[in-house]
């Protein structure tokens, strides 16, 4: 079974920064990409970031220039550095991950930013 964990999630101010992480474990063989999403209240889960195992970035035009995605593979752990933050970055945070066995999530994370 595998287990993905975050955390780092929590309540910050306007213009703050977060750290979140992603730690995975279990039977899992070589990970592939991993990716962050967020889903916020009676909105859809959309993604914020992602990158492959060889450390190709992408980001949700929203987050751009702020958000930095990054992953230790030997650790099996994907990070989220959150920068600038703003209350519309309310959400819950999720990492997901996938093997050549399936698409993993964990549980996620609570991050809101107050104005």
């Known amino acids: 079974q595998v287990q993905l964990v975050e955390s780092g999630g929590g309540l910050v101010q306007f213009g703050g920064s977060l750290r979140l992480s992603c730690a995975v474990s279990g039977r899992i063989s070589r990970l592939y990409a991993m990716a962050w999403y967020r889903q916020a209240p009676g909105k859809q889960r959309e993604m914020v970031a992602g990158i492959t195992n060889g450390g190709i970035t992408n980001y949700a035009g929203s987050v751009k220039g702020r958000f930095t995605i990054s992953r230790d593979n030997a650790k099996n752990t994907l990070y989220l550095q959150m920068n600038s933050l703003a209350p519309e970055d309310t959400a819950v945070y999720y990492c997901?991950?996938?093997?050549?066995?399936?698409?993993?999530w964990g549980q996620g994370t609570q991050v809101t930013v107050s104005s």
């Open positions: 997901n991950a996938n093997d050549r066995n399936g698409l993993y």
